[in-house]
């Protein structure tokens, strides 16, 4: 047998071991998939990767002046979700140029990078009366706070006073720089006319 023949006998061969390790190895990767332990695909519980008692966080406006206040007995952020969780927040507007609003609530939740915070449990929105307009208490159980848009939703049960008068519906949009209220549905009021003096 020639020289030549040799040669390309090793060649057949190498290439023969060759494609056999290719498939050894994709059959294996295939096998691991298949049976790789849930503990390890699964993702662990969202831990709570900062704490805080009794927090005061300030928003600024481009000239440093605050125009955002929010406290809370107690927070923790969750490191997985992205989120921070209140207990007893309250939520105060500190814009002048703004009427200013209160917002508390028994416990309250930060979410999409803290745009928009949720609040539960006898949640209160108030604002003082000022030389022309009454002041306003706002009660729900639950409510959507946008802080950079200040505006308020919810769609469960609501009582709105403003003065001596007195709505209740279900579901509401408050937005403070737009001064306009709307309850959604089932609305009910008592308005009494109160004529400021000049």
Same mark, same amino acid.
């Given at each position: 047998?020639?020289?030549?023949?040799?040669?390309?006998?090793?060649?057949?061969?190498?290439?023969?071991?060759?494609?056999?390790?290719?498939?050894?190895?994709?059959?294996?990767?295939?096998?691991?998939?298949?049976?790789?332990?849930?503990?390890?695909?699964?993702?662990?519980?969202?831990?709570?990767?900062?704490?805080?008692?009794?927090?005061?966080?300030? %928003? #600024?406006?481009?000239? @440093?002046?605050? !125009?955002?206040?929010?406290?809370?007995? =107690?927070? /923790?952020?969750? &490191?997985?979700?992205?989120?921070?969780?209140?207990?007893?927040?309250?939520?105060?507007?500190?814009?002048?140029?703004?009427?200013?609003?209160?917002?508390?609530?028994?416990?309250?939740?930060?979410?999409?990078?803290?745009?928009?915070?949720?609040?539960?449990?006898?949640? %209160? #929105?108030?604002?003082? @009366?000022?030389? !022309?307009?009454?002041?306003?208490?706002? =009660?729900? /159980?639950?409510? &959507?706070?946008?802080?950079?848009?200040?505006?308020?939703?919810?769609?469960?049960?609501?009582?709105?006073?403003?003065?001596?008068?007195?709505?209740?519906?279900?579901?509401?949009?408050?937005?403070?720089?737009?001064?306009?209220?709307?309850?959604?549905?089932?609305?009910?009021?008592?308005?009494?006319?109160?004529?400021?003096?000049?």
């Amino acid at each position: 047998m020639s020289p030549r023949f040799y040669d390309r006998l090793a060649a057949a061969v190498s290439i023969g071991l060759l494609l056999m390790l290719a498939a050894g190895s994709y059959y294996l990767a295939e096998i691991a998939q298949r049976f790789t332990m849930p503990s390890q695909t699964r993702e662990g519980p969202d831990i709570a990767d900062a704490f805080g008692e009794k927090v005061v966080l300030l %928003r #600024l406006n481009e000239r @440093g002046e605050p !125009v955002f206040r929010m406290s809370a007995e =107690r927070m /923790e952020h969750f &490191r997985r979700s992205d989120t921070s969780h209140y207990t007893l927040p309250t939520m105060a507007s500190l814009d002048p140029a703004r009427p200013r609003i209160t917002v508390a609530a028994q416990r309250g939740k930060s979410v999409r990078e803290s745009q928009e915070t949720l609040l539960e449990g006898d949640v %209160r #929105l108030d604002r003082p @009366g000022t030389a !022309v307009e009454p002041p306003m208490k706002i =009660r729900t /159980e639950f409510a &959507r706070i946008f802080t950079d848009t200040e505006i308020a939703l919810t769609d469960r049960p609501v009582v709105v006073t403003r003065g001596q008068s007195t709505l209740t519906g279900t579901g509401m949009e408050f937005n403070n720089r737009a001064r306009t209220l709307r309850v959604d549905s089932e609305a009910r009021g008592i308005w009494v006319s109160e004529r400021r003096p000049p």
